[in-house]
């Protein structure tokens, strides 16, 4: 049942979209498999390794901040000598800076440019950079950084732990939930969607994903996977609406100001195509009555932008009844 608290409705939340309990302490530390452990608050996650005499750490998010170090002094005294980004945003790596400074850091080409460019001293510039894949073999144990593309961001990469059958990819998959705002703020739609496919093609069993209230399975994926699609046929259809949505705002709000007439067009659009995607997922995955109009309208936008999908908007028809030059060939 839909609750509302302060004017606002809060959707059911489903039981796959829970987690771990988070302690007092505001984090929680636990060991996956052989040595590689993963740390939340609830809401982001980064993890560790811990090798036969030091310790690999992999990101440092803020929101748990000097909690890292400390939950990593839970488990070991060893040094922490690697550092592995994920990729350059600061809500991930912006507190890497509690590590060691002369620890190897370790990210792949495009994150080392654009955190050179961005310049905060808090973001250490990776020593050891990558352009496909880097293999790290430290202290017994192996983490294989693979970069398929922009995604999410230029730069993020998969972190694979073969012998634990673990893999770390960031920003991408949302286990139990919907991706975040704006499909997960995505500096590329297209390469965002292969990435599903790109997950599932390497073996693992667990997944750390940097969000959100638990770690990800295979099936996590191909759920996202499936959600995913369901939307890029929403904005398909979206596409399909929009010249009798534009006729509808047209004559709502008028021409004049144009980015009202342009909103009043996709909002209604994007808002009749996700309906179907709602009905589907509320109750399987979290959020998706919060974000599925928002994702349908990223994604119709990437459509127009990315792909040149047909059929073309056309803001301003002809109204000397020639029709939509989009129809005529
Ligand atoms: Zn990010």
Wanted: hydrophobic share 35%; glycine share 8%; with cysteine.
């Amino acid at each position: 049942m839909t609750q509302t608290m302060g004017g606002i409705d809060i959707p059911p939340v489903p039981d796959g979209a829970r987690g771990p309990q988070v302690p007092p302490s505001g984090y929680l530390v636990e060991e996956i498999a052989g040595g590689v452990y993963w740390i939340t608050d609830g809401g982001y996650q980064c993890a560790f390794v811990v090798g036969e005499d030091e310790v690999i750490a992999i990101d440092a998010p803020p929101s748990l901040g000097g909690l890292v170090t400390r939950a990593i002094r839970d488990v070991t005294s060893k040094p922490i000598t690697h550092v592995v980004y994920s990729h350059y945003h600061g809500d991930h790596i912006g507190a890497t800076d509690q590590f060691p400074a002369d620890a190897v850091r370790i990210g792949q080409e495009e994150t080392r440019t654009l955190l050179k460019e961005l310049d905060d001293p808090a973001r250490r510039l990776p020593t050891v950079t990558f352009k496909d894949s880097h293999r790290i073999e430290v202290g017994g144990q192996i983490l294989e950084l693979h970069y398929k593309g922009n995604n999410h961001a230029p730069g993020n990469s998969f972190i694979h732990l073969p012998r634990q059958r673990i893999l770390m990819l960031v920003d991408v998959i949302y286990p139990g939930w919907v991706p975040f705002a704006n499909i997960a703020m995505s500096k590329h739609i297209p390469g965002f969607m292969a990435h599903h496919d790109h997950a599932l093609a390497f073996d693992f069993d667990t997944m750390i994903t940097g969000h959100l209230t638990r770690l990800g399975t295979r099936e996590d994926v191909a759920t996202q996977r499936e959600y995913m699609h369901d939307i890029r046929d929403a904005a398909r259809h979206a596409l399909e609406l929009t010249p009798a949505t534009r006729d509808r705002a047209r004559d709502t709000v008028g021409l004049d100001h144009i980015y009202t007439y342009f909103k009043t067009m996709y909002d209604a659009a994007s808002a009749q195509a996700a309906q179907p995607v709602i009905e589907k997922w509320a109750g399987r995955l979290g959020g998706v009555e919060t974000f599925a109009v928002n994702h349908t309208f990223i994604m119709y936008q990437s459509l127009r932008l990315d792909l040149n999908v047909r059929p073309h908007v056309v803001f301003f028809p002809p109204t000397d009844g020639s029709g939509d030059h989009d129809h005529e060939h």
